[in-house]
């Protein structure tokens, strides 16, 4: 099987900040309900915001923070990508080649559409066996 790999950007790719983004909407959805169910029961009946409600409203504004910065983040370095003549993304851009981040083993070639089921798992195989040989 022959591996075809070329160098990332230095940082994070934009499919990591894309995973940090998610993680922060995760957070941003978490406190936005904990913080309605206890502003409904808790506060209403006690006039006091409590310690629960108080960490649901941190959580939410850390995880809006979180997902508006990472998605921020997350367009930049689309921009640079492609600008380098690659992406890391799995949809769109399908006019330069798409690399995986974060071993920048090339999974599908520019001008070509969308991966298929089997022809994503064919290029993680690639991956696969080139994290392997590094092994050694």
Not at 47 to 60: E, H
Not at 105 to 114: F, K, L, N, S
């Amino acid at each position: 099987m022959s591996i075809e790999r070329r160098d990332l950007l230095p940082g994070p790719s934009a499919t990591q900040w894309s995973g940090i983004a998610l993680w922060g909407g995760g957070a941003w959805i978490v406190g936005t309900i904990g913080g309605a169910i206890c502003a409904a029961t808790i506060v209403r009946q006690s006039g006091n915001i409590d310690p629960v409600t108080f960490a649901f409203m941190l959580l939410f504004a850390g995880g809006l923070a979180v997902l508006t910065f990472g998605v921020w983040m997350m367009n930049r370095k689309a921009k640079r990508e492609v600008d380098a003549g690659y992406t890391t993304m799995a949809q769109g851009y399908y006019n330069v080649e798409r690399r995986h981040s974060p071993t920048g083993v090339i999974m599908r070639a520019a001008g070509e559409p969308a991966l298929t089921r089997e022809q994503w798992e064919r290029a993680m195989q690639s991956v696969r066996a080139y994290k392997e040989s590094q092994k050694h």
